[in-house]
């Protein structure tokens, strides 16, 4: 097999795979479903080599008619959105509510590994698309359910689009936007992409693991669920629970330190980000330290966030004196993370993604030549990415359903990822119901998305270490609010959700004899994670080289801002800024304004959640072939497959998207948007995709006479009079209390939902019934809210707890699992080695 890769002024390099086994080859997969969801999480199995089967009715998926087309030419098998999702998969046209299609449906699940479905609930309910039905059929299926609001709870049976579960987390009221005006989502499709990384990584677990916990499960997704436990609940939920004390977002960027915001300068925007005294101490000396900065005061970030309104007009003078590439590379010399705000043009085109050779090309019957953003993430042993196109309507259904004894007997010689050495048969079935249990991971990633990594991995059963430090505590463990009001690190109460499931040792790796530990403790790991900037693990003898030696069938998962090599690899970045360079920060704002920033990392819980979905992929390839490998995670790369919609419009009409507000990203919706309701901060997300929901949404308004025009009635008349629509939608729904609202909307079949706050998370009768947020009892005796499993599996039953205290995992494995003696032990606490 080859691929053709694209650089940065459309050269290419033509490489050969043909000598990789790809990671999950031997696993089928069939897709079931529209829209973004189903289709990327089952987009993540085909990169790498699963055979995915797309299953579409005979209209096929209604993402077909999205676009973007080129010269705006609609056309269903030219839809740049259906290609970016569809690639490597095969594809076969079903009309599963008659007996014949039905028939043909349960022979594909007989023989598949996992089914993917996003059905509206009461389309599956009809359509007998559930897990006691499919089950029966196949009682080794992963089937996993990834919808808006999930299937169980009041909500389940609501319509619903990305908007409307966006807006149901709480992440724009706390996160996007500005004061008294509409919170906003990314201008993507956030929710559904931030779901599907979740089915991926639970859904491969829980296929590794199946002879772990006696054959298949049902697993149910709510995308919303998934970020308003990961995202939002983390930091916010436990402080609200405690103190009843929550906020909401400023418009100006992140509160608790400056400068920590957005600001324009002479070609454009920058993220003007300098919290520690080094980092604000570098941007002094890049300005010439004017008399102002020089205040001793300043030294302190939150001093700076108190005199923001001082600082952040002073800075903006300097800025708008430069150029944001002027200004990017200066500050980054002197260490500062401060990044321009790359357009999706200047994302797309940058050396550096030219350089890892990110871009590649696949040549598609109908819209010839194409340029795809490559795999999320690097698998050295085993590549994945696009390669062959999304599949024509029906193009593979003969192929597919022409079952003969030979396509059988092919199939079932295929290699299954079945767990062998490592989460499978090897150490027996789970005490626990759990997927990984058996897998041990030493965690040295550190902040927010290293610790979600490991979280992942242990909610689903693996024993997980988080190596840290009392020489340099991290810096989660110092941010308020803190359990019983007493500030220790060990009371941190967004660490503690933030954290949950990992362990923690305490190691100096400065000293040689803590390197030595960290090995010895290596060698009895199955997977190593780091976030660090490339170069630091080699600094404590701790890199992949080394790593290996004494553990040859290691996985190592290293996930730098922009990976481990290019011209970026060095970038300063918190997760705030790193979006920054993706493009996906231009699309964010309100239709026509400015990027408005958002106050904090979506990047960390998102990138934490696909990166354990990579580890299980080389995961899998070991199990297949016995091999480890060093796992180049760029969360750059990783981040701009977000920005997959406005990057085909830009591939194939050369147009650079801007900021959209809450507007559909690709303009195929009106209504689409968030609307004031009654009270101080009350909003109602309503979109309408199709005519009968416009219909419905008329009837429930009581039929106003400007309702009923004529050329209200299809959606591109629609659409030309978005601006006036959204107004006159906003003057009706300011009457109303936004959960009756949306009640009464979804009554006449509209998807419409209210828009959280922080406190709502807490009572929404749809979490609590979810158990999204659960109370737990800290060994220090307190008793603190945290999220729960925000994946609902039918056989695995998860036992969360929460975050650990500094080292309490210390004794059990040095003494334990490493066998030092008492002697031994007690010397290395004296020394401060073990510290």
Sequence with gaps: MHCLLSGFLGEAVWYSTAAMSPALEGLRVIELGEGVAAAYCARLFADFGADVIKVEEPRGDVVRTWGPFPNDLPDPEKSGLFEFLNTNKRGVVLGISDPEGRTALERLVADADVLVENLPMQHARKLRIDWASLSRVNPNLVMISVTPFGRSGPYSDWKGYDLNAYHLTAAGHRYCGLPGQAPLEHGTFSAEFFGAAAAAAWGLAAVLGR??????????????????????????????????????????????????????????????????????????????????????????????????????????????????????????????????????????????????????????????????????????????????????????????????????????????????????????????????????????????????????????????????????????????????????????????????????????????????????????????????????????????????????????????????????????????????????????????????????????PYNGILGAYAILVALAHRDRTGKGQHVDYSQQEAMMQLIGPAFMDYMLNGRVARPIGNRHPLAVAAPHGVFPCAGEDRWISIAVMADEEWRGLVRAMGSPEWALAGDLTTAAGRRGRIEDLHERLAAWTREFEPRTLAERLQEHGVAAAPVLSVADLLHDPHWRARKTFIEVSHPLGFVETIYGAYVKMSRSQVDVRPGPRIGQDNERVFRGLLGLGEGEYRRLLDEKVID
């Design 211 to 604: 002879e772990r916990v006696g054959g298949g499960q049902h697993l149910d997704v709510s995308c919303a669920e998934a970020i308003a436990a990961v995202f939002v609940g983390g930091q916010n939920i436990g402080a609200y629970a405690q103190d009843g004390k929550w906020e909401r977002r400023t418009g100006v960027g992140m509160p608790l330190g400056a400068p920590a915001t957005i600001l324009p300068c002479k070609d454009g925007h920058v993220w003007m980000l300098a919290l520690e005294p080094g980092q604000w101490n570098g941007l002094r000396r890049v300005m010439g330290d004017p008399d102002w900065a020089q205040a001793e005061m300043f030294q302190d970030m939150f001093a700076r966030a108190q005199n923001s309104d001082l600082i952040y007009p002073l800075l903006e003078e300097w800025t708008l004196q430069h150029g944001k590439w002027e200004i990017m590379e200066k500050c980054q010399a002197e260490g500062v993370p401060i990044t321009a705000v790359f357009s999706v043009k200047e994302a797309v085109e940058q050396s550096h993604l030219r350089a890892r050779r990110y871009l590649v090309e696949v040549e598609h019957p109908r819209l010839g030549r194409v340029r795809h953003l490559g795999a999320p993430f690097r698998l050295p042993a085993c590549p994945g990415g696009p390669e062959r196109p999304a599949p024509l309507l029906g193009q593979h259904t003969e192929e597919v359903l022409r079952r003969t004894p030979e396509t059988q007997h092919a199939r079932s010689a295929r290699p299954r990822a079945t767990p062998a050495g490592t989460a499978g048969a090897a150490h027996g079935p789970s005490t626990r119901g759990l997927p990984l249990d058996g897998i041990r991971v030493a965690n040295f990633g550190w902040v927010w998305a290293g610790p979600v990594v490991g979280q992942t991995l242990a909610f689903l059963g693996a024993d997980v270490y988080k190596i840290e430090s009392r020489t340099r505590i991290d810096l989660t463990r110092t941010l308020p609010p803190f359990g019983g009001g007493v500030r220790d690190p060990d009371r941190s109460l967004s660490n503690h959700a933030c954290w949950a499931g990992n362990g923690s040792i305490t190691l100096n790796l400065k000293k040689p004899q803590g390197q030595e530990l960290a090995r010895k403790l290596v060698s009895k790991c199955d997977v190593v994670i780091e976030n660090f900037g490339p170069g630091v693990m080699e600094e404590f003898h701790l890199g992949w080289d080394e790593l290996r030696r004494v553990r040859p069938d290691l996985v190592m998962f290293s996930m730098p801002a922009a990976g481990l090599d290019g011209p970026l690899k060095d970038i300063r970045t918190y997760g705030l800024s790193l979006t920054s360079t993706t493009g996906l920060d231009s699309l964010t704002g309100y239709l026509g304004g400015p990027p408005i920033p958002f106050e904090n990392a979506f990047s960390d």
